[in-house]
DNA sequence: ATCTAGCATTGACGCAAATCAACATAAATG
DNA sequence: CATTTATGTTGATTTGCGTCAATGCTAGAT
């Protein structure tokens, strides 16, 4: 589980990815974008269930995940798991580390993963030079902290349902804008992981999933999750907008 | 509360800050110095209940707490409101409004304040010339996450003792790096506010605070607060570390 | 000094989710 | 193929916190 993955020399560009708008910035010229594939030093594979880095590491690089799906989680002394968060193809992984020079989360790949190991100096060295990468960069970390704002929201005030009813339907918009069906999701975690990251324990979780089948707003078989009535999804999640 | 506060044109200098080594990178010789204090526009006084920025507001600057004390806040579309936050002297807020170029939380002074005005312009501006403010300000922007990132282990895998003993302990250390007592707090919210933060009832909050008075790890009279055993509060705070 | 409003404390009771437990299903392995 | 192991579902019961309600404390207003 903990020896390093197998570093692969490969000379990757941005500026053929077609996750570029995802992880970069848009606007940049050809021979701008060009200097910008010097962010990306190699990519790095990662098997299912291997660390992309684990807490107290030293932290060097951010990685744009190419392919694959992790998760983020920390731990307490105790041995209590807290997933903070899932992460898919064209999302950037490892800012927890920039504060202390060392991660303070583990990362795991959910399923075999490609991803783009990018030095932490190499991006702040272009983007002194790059406003526009600079400003891509202090959205992201700034995303980052609006979107754990939402989930301190849905642990500290929403029931069970509305939980698994505001992830199912962040999950499907993620996945749509990377081309995905918006009603069909192939879950890559476990019952366990989705409680962790909402707060509940995995039997709330299932029972959930059943309550939600049985009411006709989804079709559960296991780890596929069809949504049949978005609409009543959106009204769990937020129940005041609607009546 | 939704006017505006008064917007003081009165030039300060960091260089001559006693806080600033909370606010601002360390390192830099009188002349950068000099250069540095560009990021502060102005001052701006915030009265005790008023709202230093509100969601859906236009993000044009970050704030640097020079007195008082801050929470922020979002809230749901039926009226539940999460405290996403207390800030005090030193810290930064507003790193909420970068992403989308609006605030997306409120964030409203728990007592008469003053901030430090940096427009975000400035900071980017000043970041590109200056390594050192540029890796503070990611610096700062990683903090907020992994932060958050404890948050979500309190909200997700506590309970509401372990909550409330966490909390203490990280206000008294926060106010403890700012010179001030480490058992003697006077709190600047109220016991709702605690229970927004920390996903309990205002209820809840009490009887933790009566509970920890019972068993004498604290003195609790309202707003006051001393901590005469705080390796009991660690304790609490995380079990396994003292077994 | 007295009144008032906001905040805090405490008790009784109910409920949503945790816990404990049994079983079902699917994927992994020899 | 059968067997093991991991994951998921469902039911019965418990419990920690929420809800509702009454009362107390304190600061600021008059």
Redesign the pocket.
């Known amino acids: 589980m903990n020896q390093p993955t197998i570093q692969e020399a490969i000379k990757v560009a941005c500026s053929n990815c077609n996750l570029r708008e995802l992880c970069m910035p848009v606007g940049f010229d050809s021979e701008d974008m060009q200097k910008l594939d010097e962010v990306v030093a190699t990519r790095r594979r990662v098997k299912q269930g291997d660390l992309l880095f684990a807490n107290g590491e030293a932290f060097t690089s951010l990685f744009a995940i190419r392919t694959g799906f992790f998760k983020t989680c920390i731990s307490a002394a105790d041995g209590r798991e807290q997933v903070t968060g899932f992460q898919m193809a064209g999302e950037i992984i490892g800012l927890d580390g920039i504060v202390s020079d060392f991660h303070s989360c583990n990362a795991i790949a959910l399923e075999d993963a490609e991803v783009c190991v990018m030095p932490f100096a190499n991006i702040e060295d272009l983007s002194r030079e790059f406003p526009l990468l600079q400003r891509h960069m202090h959205k992201v970390m700034s995303r980052e902290i609006v979107r754990e704002n939402g989930v301190m929201m849905l642990l500290g005030n929403?029931?069970?349902?509305?939980?698994l009813a505001a992830f199912l339907l962040n999950l499907v918009q993620r996945l749509h804008a990377r081309g995905l069906s918006q009603t069909e999701i192939v879950?890559r975690?476990?019952?366990?992981?989705?409680?962790s990251y909402l707060?509940?324990?995995?039997?709330?979780?299932?029972?959930?999933?059943?309550k939600f089948?049985?009411e006709g707003i989804l079709e559960?078989?296991?780890?596929y999750v069809r949504i049949i009535d978005p609409e009543a999804l959106k009204k769990i999640f937020n129940p005041q907008t609607y009546c």
């Open positions: 929403m029931r069970a349902e509305e939980r879950l975690m476990t019952r366990e992981e989705i409680g707060g509940l324990k995995l039997e709330t979780v299932s029972r959930a999933f059943s089948s049985d559960v078989k296991q780890r």
